[in-house]
């Protein structure tokens, strides 16, 4: 139940999302040894991820019906608690995650991720 993103189940240098019944909605090549900013939306009906800003990395997707929530209740990060112990998780870095109530505007985006 919920949003996922991140490598899990994924070829190796991509990042991705998926729905609740684990079927991908996005992946985006982002080789691991660097740092990335990951751009994520999940809105009513519709979602998108891309990275660095690069607007061609950019993939869109249709959510309705893919989430059992209705809103972000129980964020993990790093992993997922798997209805007992964590069982999915990943060791890498997480530099910062910012949660915004609204969609961002374009311009909005550019200013947060200037200042990261």
């Not at 990951?38 to 997707?61: I, L, P, Q, R, W």
């Given at each position: 139940?919920?949003?996922h993103?991140?490598?899990?189940a994924?070829?190796?240098?991509?990042i991705?999302?998926?729905?609740?019944?684990?079927?991908?909605?996005?992946?985006?090549?982002?080789p691991?040894?660097s740092?990335?900013?990951?751009?994520?939306?999940?809105?009513?009906?519709?979602?998108?991820?891309?990275?660095?800003?690069?607007?061609?990395?950019?993939?869109t997707?249709?959510?309705?019906?893919?989430?059992?929530?209705?809103?972000?209740?129980k964020p993990c990060?790093?992993?997922?608690?798997?209805h007992?112990?964590?069982?999915h998780?990943?060791?890498?870095?997480?530099?910062?995650?910012l949660?915004f109530?609204?969609?961002?505007t374009?311009?909005?985006r550019?200013?947060?991720?200037?200042?990261?």
């Amino acid at each position: 139940n919920g949003y996922h993103f991140g490598a899990y189940a994924l070829d190796e240098q991509y990042i991705g999302a998926s729905h609740s019944g684990g079927g991908l909605l996005a992946s985006i090549y982002a080789p691991y040894d660097s740092w990335h900013v990951a751009n994520m939306y999940f809105g009513e009906t519709d979602g998108f991820m891309k990275v660095d800003g690069d607007e061609s990395t950019k993939e869109t997707f249709g959510i309705t019906g893919k989430y059992w929530a209705s809103s972000l209740t129980k964020p993990c990060l790093g992993g997922y608690p798997d209805h007992g112990p964590m069982v999915h998780y990943t060791e890498n870095y997480i530099g910062e995650v910012l949660i915004f109530d609204s969609k961002l505007t374009d311009e909005e985006r550019e200013t947060v991720t200037a200042g990261l």
